[in-house]
């Protein structure tokens, strides 16, 4: 199994920035999908969700009405759109993939599988 995190990069406070996440070697349709974070000096913690089951999508509050998850089940690979970037959205971003659906994806012991991830930085 591998997924592929891309997109990354530098961005002015404000502005947008799409991450890709592509990914291989599982049934992509079956799997929940999301998106963690881990800032400099902090532990990793959600971010965003999609559900397989049902498309549902779970946020953390951080994010709510800035940033949006999608998901190409064609294409297996999933999408995170974020606009009005802050300082504070600095941070390693990873892609995750879970066989669960519901409220436990917002719990990162519920992914089985990890990208690499990939460096959002957002200077003021």
């Known amino acids: 199994v591998q997924l592929q995190a891309s997109g990354g990069g530098l961005v002015q406070a404000g502005g947008s920035l799409s991450l890709s996440c592509a990914v291989s070697?599982?049934?992509?349709?079956?799997?929940?999908m999301g998106w963690f974070r881990r800032a400099p000096g902090k532990e990793r913690e959600f971010v965003l969700s999609?559900?397989?089951?049902?498309?549902?999508?779970y946020y953390a509050d951080s994010v709510k009405g800035r940033f949006t998850i999608s998901r190409d089940n064609a294409n297996n690979t999933m999408y995170l759109q974020m606009t009005s970037l802050k300082p504070e959205d600095t941070a390693l971003y990873y892609c995750?993939?879970?066989?669960?659906?519901?409220?436990?994806?917002?719990?990162?012991?519920?992914?089985?599988?990890w990208g690499q991830g990939t460096l959002v930085t957002v200077f003021s």
């Open positions: 070697g599982l049934t992509f349709r079956s799997y929940s």
């Open positions: 999609i559900s397989y089951r049902d498309r549902r999508r």
């Open positions: 995750a993939a879970s066989g669960y659906y519901g409220s436990q994806l917002q719990h990162q012991v519920a992914h089985a599988y």
